[in-house]
């Protein structure tokens, strides 16, 4: 599927010699170096295109895009996968409710999407991949599970067992008893008769009146969800890949799932090294989400004339592995901010800006502490002017590090 286009990345006058980024990795609870080969590897989970992005997306995606930069600026060649959920329940229940057909929703959403990602100057992903197009990955993934015994048929769906991969519940570190707390909030189903285990996920559903469905060798039908994230990033990027991302609601079933599946698949070898969340974005009282309806959606700002660059500041004022609540001010004090930053960037000296480019990468190269990095843009826009022979530098370090164009 097309992606966007990515705005240009400006490489930096001055080598960035750490070159490290620690991020925090759900699966060990504790901040992880990263240790990119040649090729850093990182796979997003994306969007399930049946409402347009809101500020949580947003927030999540912009701060994978810091992780992007970072690597980026350090040296490594980065190669980035981010799906698209293009069949799933949310979506074909919206579709049926607003009387749209379901991939012309798919469309339209994922358009908008890329629309606001460009807007919002997120770097683009290398593959960009909808569930659709994947399916015979799907299909050779549940295939080998076959193969291994760890599928059974209900009525025509095939399901998961789920302890078919000794490492299962090592992502979330949640217990199977928290574990069937969320999981039927989260697309899963642990109270339908028949399965072997309640927390045992669909991989293949049959074709359904009024759905729609694929023919494949496991018949007419559609993919589980948590199957297209294994194969796509399986496919894409190999096992073992540096960073599987998304937000927190993923940890679980989510991405335990995906890494099961592809783990039990393939005999043990690890899916991902890290697993990183980024924390809920809440709106009045509660998460910010497309069933609930209180969004604030990154398309209606932009059509109110808000600019796109206030927006990606309000969000980095946040640390991404925080919950925290939308509230009407964060674009003031954002704008507020940007203003600062705009007008005295012309007068920036070489030693300021010399001085300013190590503290924005340690910032970031520390689980991406984004609100450190724009202290410290604070503390250097509030110094005395200089004789602007640091501009360059600083505007191309706020582009290359923070995506934020002064
Ligand atoms: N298509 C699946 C992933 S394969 C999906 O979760 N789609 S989504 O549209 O529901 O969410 C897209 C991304 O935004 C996910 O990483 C999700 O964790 C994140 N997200 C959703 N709501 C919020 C929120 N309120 N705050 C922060 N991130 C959010
Ligand atoms: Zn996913």
């Not at 049946?50 to 500020?55: E, I, P, R, V």
């Not at 069949?87 to 579709?95: Q, S």
Request: glycine share 10%; proline share 5%.
């Amino acid at each position: 599927m097309r992606a966007w286009t990515s705005p240009d990345v400006p490489g930096l006058a001055v080598a960035d010699p750490a070159g490290s980024v620690r991020v925090h990795d759900t699966a060990s609870g504790e901040l992880r170096l990263t240790r990119p080969g040649d090729v850093a590897r990182l796979y997003v989970c994306g969007i399930t295109p049946y409402d347009a992005t809101h500020l949580g997306h947003a927030a999540t995606y912009v701060a994978f895009d810091l992780l992007n930069r970072a690597w980026r600026d350090s040296g490594h060649e980065v190669r980035y996968v981010q799906n698209v959920t293009d069949v799933d329940d949310p979506l074909l229940e919206r579709a049926a409710a607003t009387g749209v057909a379901w991939d012309d929703l798919a469309e339209r959403e994922t358009e908008l999407f890329r629309t606001d990602m460009s807007a919002l100057r997120v770097l683009a992903p290398d593959a960009y991949v909808g569930a659709v197009e994947s399916i015979p990955f799907d299909v050779e993934l549940i295939e080998r599970l076959q193969e291994r015994g760890h599928v059974y048929d209900l009525d025509g769906d095939l399901y998961y067992d789920v302890h078919a991969d000794p490492r299962f519940g090592n992502v979330s570190r949640l217990s199977e008893a928290q574990m069937l707390e969320v999981f039927a909030e989260r697309g899963g189903d642990p109270d339908r008769p028949g399965k072997k285990h309640p927390l045992d996920c669909v991989l293949w559903q049959a074709e359904r009146p009024g759905e729609p469905s694929w023919k494949t060798a496991l018949g007419r039908g559609r993919p589980g969800w948590h199957v297209e994230c294994s194969s796509i990033a399986v496919h894409h990027l190999g096992h073992d890949f540096d960073v599987q991302g998304g937000g927190s609601d993923l940890a679980f079933p989510h991405h335990e799932m995906s890494a099961g599946h592809a783990q039990a698949a393939y005999d043990g070898e690890r899916f991902a090294q890290a697993y990183v969340h980024a924390g809920m974005v809440g709106y009045e009282g509660a998460k910010m989400s497309k069933s609930r309806g209180n969004l604030v959606l990154v398309s209606r700002l932009r059509e109110a004339g808000v600019d796109p660059m206030v927006i990606r500041v309000a969000l980095l004022a946040h640390h991404y592995r925080s919950d925290w609540e939308w509230t009407d001010d964060e674009l003031d004090t954002a704008r507020r901010r940007l203003d600062a930053w705009r007008s005295a960037v012309g007068s920036a000296s070489r030693a300021q800006a010399e001085a300013l480019v190590p503290a924005v990468r340690d910032a970031l190269a520390e689980d991406l502490d984004a609100p450190a990095a724009l202290a410290a843009v604070d503390a250097w826009a509030g110094s005395e002017p200089g004789d602007g022979s640091g501009s360059g530098l600083v505007r191309d370090l706020l582009d290359a590090r923070l995506g934020i164009l002064l």
